[in-house]
T-cell receptor, first 113, second 115 residues
């Protein structure tokens, strides 16, 4: 069965620092991969998705993620953190041909001034 | 345009009572999903509707949970004889065609508290 592992339930960075949120997936076939963000008391919003068109995916708010098949990883990065990036981030996978999302446990990002 | 809406936003109920949660998907979206977000279990898939196909109920945790989608649009998630472990935020999402690589748009959720 598909699964997603997010290393680090909490990540803290200073404003302006690099953001790196880790995600590894388990699949024998490259799946579709997603990063969602959840701001406090809000629903989930799609940041970016990988669907095999390109290994480096750019999303909203300056975030990007790189699909690395050899490492079964899809880490999320942002060169310079902003206070408004403080939120919970979820990596998710869906099998090709199926539709339900399997989520990781989430990483809460804190940004300090 | 309108996004996915859910009602109520908050629901407090007593153990043993039945509850109904409603989801209005984005107009034209053929696929509708229910997920549950709880402290202990994270985000879990519950059920998925796609067009006129039989729903994928593989994520429903017990037979106390059921869902229907009327007219290919609005969906209702029903929990019978609620238990305290049912306390969670129930999220609804919709997408167009539902072919795995399509973005799922999420509603704001219904926070259910079972006393």
């Amino acid at each position: 069965a598909q699964s997603v592992t997010q290393l680090g339930s909490h990540v803290s960075v200073s404003e302006g620092a690099l953001v790196l949120l880790r995600c590894n997936y388990s699949s024998s076939v490259p799946p579709y991969l997603f990063w969602y963000v959840q701001y406090p008391n809000q629903g989930l919003q799609l940041l970016l998705k990988y669907t095999s068109a390109a290994t480096l995916v750019k999303g909203i708010n300056g975030f990007e993620a790189e699909f690395k098949k050899s490492e079964t990883s899809f880490h999320l990065t942002k060169p310079s953190a902003h206070m408004s990036d403080a939120a919970e981030y979820f990596c998710a996978v869906s099998d090709r041909g199926t539709d339900k999302l399997i989520f990781g446990t989430g990483t809460r990002l804190q940004v300090f001034p | 345009g309108a996004g996915v809406s859910q009602s109520p936003s908050n629901k407090v109920t007593e153990k043993g009572k039945d509850v109904e949660l409603r989801c209005d998907p984005i107009s034209g979206h053929t696929a509708l999903y229910w997920y549950r977000q709880s402290l202990g279990q994270g985000l879990e898939f519950l059920i998925y509707f796609q067009g006129n196909s039989a729903p994928d109920k593989s994520g429903l945790p017990s037979d106390r949970f059921s869902a229907e989608r009327t007219g290919g649009s609005v969906s209702t998630l029903t929990i019978q004889r609620t238990q305290q472990e049912d306390s969670a935020v129930y999220l609804c999402a919709s997408s167009f065609r539902g072919w795995g690589n399509n973005e799922q748009f999420f509603g704001p959720g219904t926070r259910l508290t079972v006393l």
